[in-house]
């Protein structure tokens, strides 16, 4: 039996998930190709949460720690902002879905992400994106023996990354 679409009035055939909830939950629905693309332009984990929200989601035992043994499971909210930025198959992250930064105009968390990417400050979306590509592959714990150190800093790259989309992606 095929499931169809849960976006109201749709009557496509639903073959992507989407997370249902921000609280790992792992709960989904599934969404036909034109309305998952529609869900992950618009999908942020952070949006609406405080800095103090993210450390604490960060630091967590029950979001992080535990699914730290499934990190390559597909079910898990990280995974997913990794695999739709590695592995781009829909387009989400194409160049022309994102802005440039205004030289002088960059905030002071814009500069603090771009740095924790090594990136300088005038970086455009493109470089941002190759560069997300290249340090997770690189500090992934598939390929450090799930090290922590590694970890850490993949989740700061993580955050500094998805705080970048924020800034430039269109709404
Ligand atoms: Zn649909």
New binding site residues.
Partial sequence: MKI????KN???I?SYKAPVEKDNSKKFRL??????KIFNRSWNYFENMSNQEIEFFIKSDLTWHKSTKNFGSSENFFNILWNNALDDKLNIFKSSNFKEFKKTKISQTDKDALEVMELNDVAKWDEIHLKFKTLVKKYHPDKNQGNKKFEDKLKKITLAYSQLKKTLGKK
């Fill in positions: 169809i679409c849960d976006w749709c009557k496509e639903g969404l036909c190709l034109e309305h998952i």
